[in-house]
T-cell receptor
Framework: DSGVTQTPKHLITATGQRVTLRCSPR?????VYWYQQSLDQGLQFLIQ???????AKGNILERFSAQQFPDLHSELNLSSLELGDSALYFC???????????????FGPGTRLLVL | GQQLNQSPQSMFIQEGEDVSMNCTSS?????WLWYKQDPGEGPVLLIA?????ELTSNGRLTAQFGITRKDSFLNISASIPSDVGIYFC?????????????FGKGTKLSVKP
């Protein structure tokens, strides 16, 4: 158990809908990262938040957005969903900046999204 | 974008055999991480490497940070059925965005009892 929790574990929805995925980082971790994993794409970095602020952006679509709240949990919002958005979405967290060891990422169990 | 070349893509081995996989890049990395992912689960950190030339073990697993800083390998000795899964390397570029990892495409390991 990495200490990172994600809800829900599974989500089935229809095209055009909007969903929110939730992540709670390990206790004390300030950074949260979101990844998408599709069958043919591997793990793709979407976005990073550090202590409530956006820190880095990867291949995140404009239809997707995220935020990190004062209690450090994070939410990933996916809107106008398309069939191709079906994937596993992982959250990871790390402790601190400036030290490589503190930036090691620990992953949650993921949310499996199926868009029908 | 930046890429990590992870090989082999898949391996089919007999229980008890040793396994070796590696990741290479044309870019320099300051951190290498190795993860294992079981089906439907999140990647689990196996070994973290922070210095060029560093050799680190975790039970039957051994990983090294290449001296050129452009590669890393993972060895598994005396494989057992529970070693089955997908192994990912991940690296952080030297001078890259803090926390931003680049992942290899994974090595799928199958172990025959």
């Amino acid at each position: 158990d990495s200490g990172v929790t994600q809800t829900p574990k599974h989500l089935i929805t229809a095209t055009g809908q909007r969903v929110t995925l939730r992540c709670s980082p390990r206790s004390g971790d300030l950074s949260v990262y979101w990844y998408q994993q599709s069958l043919d794409q591997g793990l793709q970095f979407l976005i990073q938040y550090y202590n409530g602020e956006e820190r880095a952006k990867g291949n995140i679509l404009e239809r997707f957005s995220a935020q990190q709240f004062p209690d450090l949990h994070s939410e990933l919002n996916l809107s106008s969903l398309e069939l191709g958005d079906s994937a596993l979405y992982f959250c990871a967290s790390s402790a601190e900046r400036g030290r490589r060891e503190g930036e090691t990422q620990y992953f949650g169990p993921g949310t499996r999204l199926l868009v029908l | 974008g930046q890429q990590l070349n992870q090989s082999p893509q898949s391996m089919f081995i007999q229980e008890g055999e040793d396994v070796s996989m590696n990741c290479t890049s044309s870019s320099i990395f300051n951190t290498w991480l190795w993860y294992k992912q079981d089906p439907g689960e999140g990647p689990v950190l196996l070994i973290a490497l922070y210095k060029a030339g560093e050799l680190t073990s975790n039970g039957r697993l051994t990983a090294q940070f290449g001296i050129t800083r452009k590669d890393s390998f993972l060895n598994i000795s005396a494989s057992i059925p529970s070693d089955v899964g997908i192994y990912f390397c991940a690296g952080r570029l030297y001078g890259g965005s803090q926390g931003n990892l680049i992942f290899g495409k994974g090595t799928k390991l199958s172990v025959k009892p």
